[in-house]
């Protein structure tokens, strides 16, 4: 019986992933499951928005995203518009938003905003500043971007009166907080 019973699921799960590219290519192209998947992720992410809080180390109250991670702004911005594409947003991935950003605990509400990027995505602002994170810090509270001079300009954490932070944070083997 238990035999019979796996056999049954496998037999059902390939009916079902057979029905569902079947569907996806319905249209005759070869991008049909594609656009699929492109569509049930922009559907999620569309749903969704950026939550941005505080959090308190040695650089003082600090703004992170909703995984903890530091957010910067970039001193070549102009107020309102972000100077980082291309490779600068490998490195410096914006904080994109869906809808209206989240102010979590410590951040005012009254200073988050969303501005369009020239790829047409949206991107949170505090205090008229674009957000982003950096590629390396990995964990929660890092602040290895802080103080770098790259693509053109320096990076700094923002505190939560929307003001750059410009010290640099206490030597730390583990990067971080």
Known sequence: MRYHTRAFIAAAGTALFLTGATAAYADGSSH???????????AVSASSSATVSATSG???KILVNSKGHTLYLFQSDKTDKSTCNGDCAKAW???KAHGKP??????NSKLLSTITRSDGSKQVTYKGHPLYTFIDDTKAG?????????????WYVLGTDGKEITKT?????????
């Open 102 to 107: 989240t102010a979590g605990t410590g951040v």
């Open 93 to 95: 991935p914006p904080l």
């Open 169 to 177: 944070p206490p030597s730390s083997p583990s990067g971080g907080y």
């Open 32 to 42: 049909g499951e594609a656009r699929s998947v492109q569509a049930a992720r922009s």
């Open 142 to 154: 890092q602040t290895n971007g802080q103080g770098l001079d790259a693509f053109g300009a320096k």
């Open 58 to 60: 040695p650089l003082g």
